[in-house]
């Protein structure tokens, strides 16, 4: 089982890159367990840096984002694709703030077309980004003492989504595709408590470690239901997800099922307009967390448009914006469900005509709980290249 | 210049934004990543406190005292005293080589040794242990016999007025960093003359004084015989170190009879349900524990004493601080001679475990810190008996004594271990 790895340092994004995708898998690198990192971590969307730049608004069409299966029948061309996305990350509460930096390779992608319409593609992405530490000042009692310490909480860990998609172009208004999906990584903690007292008490390291397995199936369809106006929706419907700690599977619950609409229309020439819902029940995830935590299932929207913006040595620059509202999974028990806000904006540039591209993406996201006194704004800078050889 | 070529911002604005956009992401991609928060805690840092647990238990599976230490002969220092109602003890220094000619001036050639001048016994002191303001008698006896000197009650006969050979009067607490003891001449000719070994037994007597000499320095006996080959001041005085010859033995047992003492009066030793470290012979207490695997193992250990209960000793330097050093026993239980379990036993120092101070006159309950010796518990294999082991420092050379309650006392006052501990927890699923 190929297990999506941690790689700790954003100057080994680039080797981490190409070590995930000679294992076929994408390594995600760090997050953090704040307001948004609650849980089970961040879900990241597994969007191409294309579709992040209309704030998910393209996902279920988009080739590269393994979210519709559907979207990559009649695929012309063999993609190759690879992102990272960085968030600078600020919380605050009560007047105290601290800043965060994460880095991440949250998609690789490949696709290749299969003739007759077909096209099949293997994709590793992030379901699901855990990595944080905090560093706390407390006390400890010892049998009637109080002793000062200090706790060290390192959690790094992410959850990944292997999916492998068989898409079909039925004719020029239908598209299909059926994906199976496997649902794996691990969390590793290590948690340090030192004491005040180093003569009398010696410091406490532990460490313990979560893996996880599932599976889900999805299905997606397209219909160009008017010449210029298209619809899109997708299903992912999860099995068993274990959570095993050393070997042995400590809870069950499920992969969260998942359903996405969109509609999209081209009738202006060089530009492409966007909407779209998702549905994901991440209350089934609810029975492998403790009951410190609780699931919510998040309803997100989003809008999004990509148009033709200035030509770069004769080839047109894509420029893209979006907006979306989303809804995080996890919070506190008793705590309310964390909403957040995204505005997007992005650029397609090519690089050397059809054979390959950048895309550049950078996403404001606002986000907050009812009755919580924290907020969170972060900046996400996505930089994807893709091939097309 | 034509005009293709000349330069031009609307020719160039696409390709330098699209590469300062790119430049910029790659650099934002490259930036250290810093994931140390905490401000939130502990509001969004739900976490399973697991608390500390505490216990005290009668650990101690065996407790036992073993006597005659340090091994004879084998300490640094010696102690010499003559405290009537507490310690008195005898050295034996041997001398078995003698230097029997030398070399006249001059000639390049050896001569026999005929007559000597100027014998002393030069005894190096550590001056921390003198003890005694009033004079006292530095008494040296020829204690070499045909009979059997390895039995101590032998020897002891030897100190007596006929053999005695020099003496020196001195004042315990006065005395420098060396004492020079004069040899009668005609003793040490007579020994050169018969080619015969040459022991020196020394004793304090005429009152009450103790010193402590340094046995050996470098692997070697410490205190020297000299002697001048002749009478006249003009030859360099020969410096003779102690030295055995024992046939077919051990380098080891060489060494011991080097330098060596007899006690006449010592400590009390071991008495019912009490260990002892320290003394005179010295003692050292060994304890083994049986602590849970849940704690050695599946736990973190963050506090270990040992609560050992201390009862009053009497003896010698009741009064004055002394150091309680452990010993870590690291032997496999094939190894149940617990002698050389200690033999083989390291220092504590090596393993973090400190020496305490105590006063041999006082009592009640003491708290020896073992905590990085219980941590290291759970590195070892099963079949390495959890223990711990003490000596006193300066063993062997200061009469004091620590004494303890065994696991043979009443249940209050026997050996136990007081741990605090954090039970592992599988603290990573949210």
Redesign the interface.
């Known amino acids: 089982m190929t297990s999506l790895s941690t790689f700790p340092g954003s100057r080994r994004v680039v080797a981490a890159a190409c070590v995930a995708l000679l294992l076929g898998t994408a390594g995600v690198v760090q997050a953090q367990g704040t307001l948004s990192g609650l849980g089970f971590g961040y879900p990241v969307g597994g969007l191409s840096t294309r579709a992040a730049g209309t704030a998910g608004a393209f996902g279920e069409f988009d080739a590269l984002s393994p979210i519709n299966p559907a979207s990559i029948g009649g695929l012309p061309r063999t993609v190759l694709s690879a992102q990272a996305e960085p968030e600078y990350r600020r919380l605050s509460i009560n007047g105290r703030s601290e800043r965060t930096t994460v880095q991440r390779i949250p998609l690789l992608t490949v696709a290749v077309p299969a003739g007759k319409g077909l096209a099949v593609s293997l994709a590793a992405s992030s379901l699901l980004d855990r990595s944080f530490t905090t560093i706390t000042t407390g006390s400890a009692n010892l049998n009637g003492v109080t002793v000062p310490t200090t706790d060290r909480l390192d959690m790094r860990g992410a959850i990944g989504d292997l999916r492998a998609a068989i898409g079909w172009q039925a004719n020029s208004r239908l598209r299909v595709g059926v994906a199976g999906h496997v649902m794996t990584g691990e969390h590793v903690g290590a948690r340090e408590r030192t004491f005040a007292d180093t003569l009398r008490f010696g410091g406490v390291i532990d460490s313990s470690r979560a893996t996880y397995f599932g599976t889900a199936l999805s299905v997606g369809g397209e219909l160009r239901v008017l010449p210029n106006l298209s619809a899109h929706a997708s299903y992912r419907m999860g099995n068993d997800f274990d959570s095993r700690i050393r070997d042995t599977v400590r809870a069950t619950g499920g992969v969260p099922n998942r359903l996405g609409l969109a509609l999209r229309y081209d009738g202006i020439a060089g530009s492409t307009f966007a909407v779209g819902m998702e549905q994901v029940s991440w209350s089934d995830m609810g029975s492998m967390g403790s009951e410190r935590v609780k699931a919510y299932d998040a309803q997100n929207v989003f809008a999004g448009a990509e148009v033709v913006g200035p030509r770069l040595r004769g080839v047109p620059v894509l420029v893209r914006a979006g907006y979306a509202r989303n809804q995080l999974p996890f919070a506190t028990t008793g705590g309310a469900q964390v909403r957040e806000t995204r505005w997007s904006t992005g650029l397609g540039l090519p690089v050397a005509r059809e054979a390959a591209s950048i895309d550049l993406s950078l996403q404001r996201a606002s986000r907050s709980a009812s009755g919580q006194a924290a907020s969170e704004s972060a900046w996400l800078f996505g930089i994807g290249l893709q091939i097309r050889p | 210049m034509s005009e293709q070529s000349r330069w031009s911002w609307a020719r160039w ?3 330098l934004v ?1 590469t300062a ?2 430049l ?3 650099a ?21 406190d697991e ?2 647990r ?1 216990t005290t238990f009668d650990a101690v599976v065996l407790d036992t005292s073993l006597a005659g230490y340090p091994t004879l002969g084998l300490s640094s220092t010696l102690l010499l005293a003559n405290r009537p109602d507490t310690l008195v003890t005898r050295a034996v220094l041997r001398f078995d080589q003698l230097a029997t000619s030398y070399q006249p001036n001059g000639t390049g050639a050896l001569d026999s040794i005929t007559t000597v001048d100027s014998v002393y016994i030069v005894l190096p002191l550590d001056t921390t242990g003198r003890r005694g303001s009033t004079p006292v008698t530095l008494e040296l006896f020829d204690v070499d016999t045909t009979a059997s000197d390895s039995v101590a009650s032998v020897v002891r006969s030897l100190f007596r007025s006929d053999r005695r050979i020099g003496s020196l009067t001195l004042t315990p607490t006065a005395t420098g960093d060396s004492l020079r003891i004069p040899v009668a001449r005609a003793v040490l000719e007579g020994k050169i003359a018969s080619r015969s070994r040459f022991r020196v037994g020394l004793q304090i007597s005429g009152g009450s004084g103790q010193l402590r000499v340094r046995a050996f320095q470098l692997g070697a006996g410490a205190p020297t015989l000299r002697y001048d080959p002749r009478t006249d001041t003009l030859y360099r005085p020969i410096i003779l170190g102690t030295n055995t010859s024992i046939s077919n033995t051990t380098t080891d047992v060489l060494l011991s009879y080097q330098v060596y003492a007899l006690t006449e009066l010592g400590s009390v030793g071991v008495t019912a349900g009490t260990l002892v470290v320290g003394g005179y012979p010295a003692h050292r207490s060994y304890l083994r524990f049986n602590v849970p695997l849940r704690i050695t193992d599946s736990s ?4 270990a004493e040992l609560l050992l209960t201390q009862t009053r000793s009497r003896f010698g330097n009741a009064n004055d601080s002394v150091a309680l050093i452990p010993l870590v026993p690291t032997t496999t239980d094939s190894i149940s001679n617990l002698r050389r379990v200690l033999d083989l036993a390291a220092e504590g120092a090596f393993a973090s475990v400190d020496t305490a101070a105590l006063v041999p006159s006082d009592s009640g309950l003491r708290r020896l ?1 073992v ?2 010796l219980a ?1 290291t518990w759970r590195t070892l294999p099963l079949n390495v008996p959890r223990a711990v082991a003490f000596r006193i420092g300066l063993e062997g050379a200061q009469p004091a004594e620590l004494r303890f309650f065994s696991s043979e006392a009443a249940a209050g006052l026997r050996p136990r271990l007081r741990i ?1 501990y ?1 039970p ?7």
């Not at chain 2, 934002?28 to 399973?48: F, I, W």
């Not at chain 2, 973190?300 to 506090?303: E, H, K, L, S």
């Open positions: 604005r696409a390709p699209a956009a790119i910029l992401s790659v934002a991609a490259a930036c250290t990543e810093n994931l140390d928060g905490g401000v939130a805690c502990p509001s969004l840092c739900p976490s399973q608390p500390f505490d973190t250990i963050v506090r810190n905590l990085a941590r605090t954090l592992r927890a599988d603290f990573v699923l949210p």
